[in-house]
Protein backbone atom coordinates (compact mmCIF):
# COMPACT_ATOMS: atom_id res chain seq x y z
CA UNK A 1 0.00 0.00 0.00
CA UNK A 2 1.54 3.13 -1.10
CA UNK A 3 2.33 6.02 1.87
CA UNK A 4 -0.35 8.68 1.89
CA UNK A 5 0.91 11.70 0.44
CA UNK A 6 2.45 14.84 3.07
CA UNK A 7 -0.08 17.62 3.63
CA UNK A 8 0.98 21.12 2.35
CA UNK A 9 2.43 23.48 4.91
CA UNK A 10 -0.05 26.64 4.53
CA UNK A 11 0.89 29.83 2.97
CA UNK A 12 2.39 32.40 5.60
CA UNK A 13 0.73 35.74 4.67
CA UNK A 14 3.87 38.62 3.45
CA UNK A 15 2.28 41.08 5.68
CA UNK A 16 2.66 41.15 9.28
CA UNK A 17 -0.15 41.71 10.90
CA UNK A 18 -0.20 45.11 13.16
CA UNK A 19 0.19 44.48 16.87
CA UNK A 20 -2.03 46.04 19.54
CA UNK A 21 -0.80 47.86 22.13
CA UNK A 22 -3.03 47.55 25.69
CA UNK A 23 -0.91 50.40 26.97
CA UNK A 24 -3.18 54.05 27.68
CA UNK A 25 -1.92 56.78 25.39
CA UNK A 26 0.64 59.10 26.06
CA UNK A 27 -0.61 62.48 27.22
CA UNK A 28 0.96 65.65 26.98
CA UNK A 29 1.18 68.28 29.14
CA UNK A 30 -1.32 71.14 28.81
CA UNK A 31 1.35 73.71 29.65
CA UNK A 32 2.80 75.49 26.63
CA UNK A 33 6.55 74.82 26.02
CA UNK A 34 8.52 77.41 27.42
CA UNK A 35 9.92 80.23 24.90
CA UNK A 36 13.42 81.77 25.76
CA UNK A 37 12.99 85.95 26.47
CA UNK A 38 15.16 86.79 23.69
CA UNK A 39 13.01 85.02 21.41
CA UNK A 40 9.52 86.18 23.09
CA UNK A 41 10.87 90.06 23.06
CA UNK A 42 12.07 89.37 19.13
CA UNK A 43 8.44 87.85 18.20
CA UNK A 44 6.61 90.82 20.84
CA UNK A 45 5.56 94.04 18.45
CA UNK A 46 7.20 96.96 19.17
CA UNK A 47 4.79 99.20 20.98
CA UNK A 48 3.78 102.47 19.45
CA UNK A 49 5.42 105.60 20.54
CA UNK A 50 2.76 108.18 22.44
CA UNK A 51 1.43 110.79 20.22
CA UNK A 52 2.86 114.31 20.63
CA UNK A 53 0.30 116.54 20.67
CA UNK A 54 1.17 119.56 18.71
CA UNK A 55 1.86 123.24 20.47
CA UNK A 56 -0.93 125.43 20.80
CA UNK A 57 -0.50 128.94 18.17
CA UNK A 58 0.55 131.56 20.62
CA UNK A 59 -2.14 134.61 20.70
CA UNK A 60 -1.80 137.35 18.17
CA UNK A 61 -1.20 140.61 20.45
CA UNK A 62 -4.16 143.10 21.02
CA UNK A 63 -3.92 145.99 19.17
CA UNK A 64 -3.29 148.52 21.42
CA UNK A 65 -1.07 146.52 23.62
CA UNK A 66 2.62 147.14 23.25
CA UNK A 67 4.83 145.01 21.62
CA UNK A 68 6.99 142.52 24.10
CA UNK A 69 10.46 144.23 24.21
CA UNK A 70 13.24 142.11 25.64
CA UNK A 71 15.30 144.29 28.08
CA UNK A 72 17.55 142.85 31.30
CA UNK A 73 16.08 142.86 34.57
CA UNK A 74 19.12 144.29 35.82
CA UNK A 75 19.51 147.23 32.82
CA UNK A 76 20.63 150.87 34.63
CA UNK A 77 17.40 152.78 33.84
CA UNK A 78 19.76 155.54 32.47
CA UNK A 79 20.62 153.28 29.54
CA UNK A 80 16.22 152.41 29.51
CA UNK A 81 14.28 154.91 26.92
CA UNK A 82 10.44 154.42 26.69
CA UNK A 83 9.37 154.86 23.03
CA UNK A 84 5.99 154.73 21.23
CA UNK A 85 5.11 152.99 17.50
CA UNK A 86 2.43 154.15 15.63
CA UNK A 87 1.67 152.23 11.65
CA UNK A 88 -1.04 152.36 9.42
CA UNK A 89 -3.14 149.17 8.66
CA UNK A 90 -0.92 148.17 5.90
CA UNK A 91 2.32 148.93 6.97
CA UNK A 92 2.24 146.33 9.99
CA UNK A 93 5.02 144.27 8.99
CA UNK A 94 8.02 147.12 7.66
CA UNK A 95 7.00 148.44 11.30
CA UNK A 96 7.94 145.04 12.76
CA UNK A 97 11.11 144.99 10.37
CA UNK A 98 12.38 148.45 11.22
CA UNK A 99 11.57 148.33 15.34
CA UNK A 100 13.88 144.90 15.11
CA UNK A 101 16.11 146.41 13.71
CA UNK A 102 16.35 149.82 15.38
CA UNK A 103 16.58 147.52 19.02
CA UNK A 104 19.51 145.60 17.46
CA UNK A 105 21.37 148.77 16.64
CA UNK A 106 20.57 150.91 19.72
CA UNK A 107 22.59 147.74 21.82
CA UNK A 108 25.27 148.23 19.29
CA UNK A 109 26.13 151.67 17.96
CA UNK A 110 27.17 153.44 21.22
CA UNK A 111 29.64 152.34 23.80
CA UNK A 112 26.45 151.47 26.31
CA UNK A 113 23.59 149.40 24.96
CA UNK A 114 20.54 151.72 24.75
CA UNK A 115 17.47 150.11 25.52
CA UNK A 116 13.62 150.52 23.98
CA UNK A 117 11.02 149.91 26.08
CA UNK A 118 7.76 150.29 23.90
CA UNK A 119 5.55 151.23 26.11
CA UNK A 120 2.38 152.61 23.60
CA UNK A 121 1.81 150.62 20.01
CA UNK A 122 -1.04 152.06 18.38
CA UNK A 123 -2.40 151.78 14.84
CA UNK A 124 -3.22 155.19 12.82
CA UNK A 125 -5.85 156.23 10.44
CA UNK A 126 -6.30 159.68 8.63
CA UNK A 127 -9.03 160.34 11.46
CA UNK A 128 -6.82 159.39 14.42
CA UNK A 129 -7.23 162.38 16.71
CA UNK A 130 -3.99 164.06 17.52
CA UNK A 131 -4.56 165.26 21.24
CA UNK A 132 -6.19 162.02 22.26
CA UNK A 133 -3.05 160.89 20.91
CA UNK A 134 -0.65 163.00 22.66
CA UNK A 135 -2.50 161.54 26.23
CA UNK A 136 -1.95 158.44 25.51
CA UNK A 137 1.85 159.32 25.05
CA UNK A 138 2.02 161.13 28.43
CA UNK A 139 -0.03 158.39 30.61
CA UNK A 140 2.70 156.18 29.24
CA UNK A 141 5.64 158.41 30.06
CA UNK A 142 6.88 158.26 26.20
CA UNK A 143 10.43 160.18 25.41
CA UNK A 144 9.90 159.41 21.63
CA UNK A 145 7.66 158.02 19.27
CA UNK A 146 8.07 156.22 16.13
CA UNK A 147 5.94 155.85 12.88
CA UNK A 148 5.50 153.85 9.47
CA UNK A 149 2.65 156.05 8.09
CA UNK A 150 2.67 156.31 4.52
CA UNK A 151 -0.68 155.76 4.05
CA UNK A 152 -1.54 158.85 6.09
CA UNK A 153 -2.15 161.81 4.16
CA UNK A 154 1.43 164.05 4.86
CA UNK A 155 -0.49 167.28 6.36
CA UNK A 156 -1.53 164.39 9.32
CA UNK A 157 2.21 163.37 9.61
CA UNK A 158 3.01 166.90 9.33
CA UNK A 159 0.61 167.79 12.51
CA UNK A 160 1.25 164.99 14.09
CA UNK A 161 5.06 165.55 14.09
CA UNK A 162 5.05 169.27 15.14
CA UNK A 163 2.39 168.00 18.09
CA UNK A 164 4.44 165.95 19.84
CA UNK A 165 8.22 168.29 19.50
CA UNK A 166 6.10 170.73 20.84
CA UNK A 167 5.26 169.05 23.77
CA UNK A 168 8.67 167.27 24.58
CA UNK A 169 8.36 164.00 22.64
CA UNK A 170 10.78 163.36 19.58
CA UNK A 171 8.93 161.91 16.80
CA UNK A 172 10.35 160.60 13.78
CA UNK A 173 8.32 159.28 10.60
CA UNK A 174 9.81 156.53 8.57
CA UNK A 175 9.18 155.64 4.78
CA UNK A 176 8.73 152.04 4.42
CA UNK A 177 11.36 151.69 1.76
CA UNK A 178 13.79 152.86 4.27
CA UNK A 179 13.10 150.61 7.42
CA UNK A 180 16.45 148.84 6.81
CA UNK A 181 18.85 151.60 6.52
CA UNK A 182 20.98 151.88 9.13
CA UNK A 183 21.68 155.62 8.32
CA UNK A 184 18.43 156.37 9.64
CA UNK A 185 18.69 153.50 12.91
CA UNK A 186 21.78 155.63 13.58
CA UNK A 187 20.15 159.29 13.60
CA UNK A 188 17.25 158.31 15.56
CA UNK A 189 19.20 156.31 17.95
CA UNK A 190 21.78 159.86 18.63
CA UNK A 191 18.74 161.56 19.33
CA UNK A 192 17.36 159.21 21.72
CA UNK A 193 20.53 158.87 23.63
CA UNK A 194 20.17 163.22 24.86
CA UNK A 195 16.58 162.34 25.52
CA UNK A 196 15.41 161.52 29.34
CA UNK A 197 15.77 157.93 30.85
CA UNK A 198 13.29 155.83 32.24
CA UNK A 199 12.41 157.17 35.78
Known amino acids: MPPA ?41 APKPAAVPAPAPAAPPAAGAPAASEIPANAPKDQVRRLAVFFTAGRRKECD ?9 ARTISKKPLFLRRVLREELSAGADVAILLTKLRGAAAVAAVGVLDELPEAKVRDLEDTLCAAGILFRAVAASEVQKRSVAVDLIVDMLLLSPEA
Open 5 to 45: PKKAAPAEDPKPKPVLSTRPPLELPSAAIPVPPQAAAAAAP
Open 97 to 105: DFLAFLDQS
